[in-house]
């Protein structure tokens, strides 16, 4: 045999057998970071009104018109430090929740291939 031919006899004949105490902990372990950045992102979205009408009194009070002090709440530096952790809550947030995603399909795949290389393993005997 060639090495080509050979190498493709060793993968062919190559299986993957699924560690479900592994798998299982990986996927409850990015479930869990999933629902913590949730938690976060939502938390950080339901204070985003509050802190913009904490801001629009506290310049209101100074005597600014309602829209000199929006104007103002929204061009402050804490709104735009919250719109800013925001912004990164939601993005990892979004990758906690691919990432979780992509591996429930990992274990899919992993299962399937585990059960076509035991087929085929099966059909040669």
Known sequence: LTKMENKKM??????????????????????????????????????????????LKRFRDQGLSHADAKTNALASTEYEKHIQGLLVAEIEYEQAKDKYEHMKILKDMRITEESSARKIINDKT
């Open 10 to 55: 060793n993968k062919q004949n190559t299986t993957y057998v699924l560690d479900t105490e592994r798998t299982y902990a990986e996927l409850e372990s990015a479930s869990e970071n999933k629902v913590i950045k949730a938690k976060l992102y939502k938390k950080l979205k339901y204070l985003e009104p509050i802190i913009v009408n904490r801001l």
